[in-house]
Nanobody
Framework: VQLQASGGGLVQAGGSLRLSCAASGSIFSSNDIGWYRQAPGKQRELVAAITSGGSTNYADSVKGRFTISRDNAKSTVYLQMNSLKPEDTAVYYC??????????WGKGTQVTVSS
């Protein structure tokens, strides 16, 4: 399984970006997938996740601003990010989690929010 993230970039505070992560292979629809981020000098943290059934959860810091969704027909997960803040600056990664607890990481995409 390969995961390809895209959609990062430079945006001013208050702006929006939409990240996409496309997965190869046929296991996408039956597994949970999430977005993580890692800022310089900080640990990687969960931003949002969506189960195979469509249930979602979010980090408190992004609730009300970010929305995760998935299109199983396209094997793609999205992260709509609105009202971006400088503290959202990080490398964003998608992660496909298998039932056995293991999973696959995509290459990151840089999001930079200027003040």
């Amino acid at each position: 399984v390969q995961l390809q993230a895209s959609g990062g970039g430079l945006v001013q505070a208050g702006g929006s970006l939409r990240l996409s992560c496309a997965a190869s292979g046929s296991i996408f629809s039956s597994n949970d997938i999430g977005w993580y981020r890692q800022a310089p000098g900080k640990q990687r943290e969960l931003v949002a996740a969506i189960t195979s059934g469509g249930s979602t959860n979010y980090a408190d810091s992004v609730k009300g601003r970010f929305t995760i969704s998935r299109d199983n027909a396209k094997s793609t997960v999205y992260l709509q990010m609105n009202s971006l803040k400088p503290e959202d600056t990080a490398v964003y990664y998608c992660y496909l989690r298998l039932p056995n607890g293991m999973g696959y990481w995509g290459k990151g995409t840089q999001v930079t929010v200027s003040s």
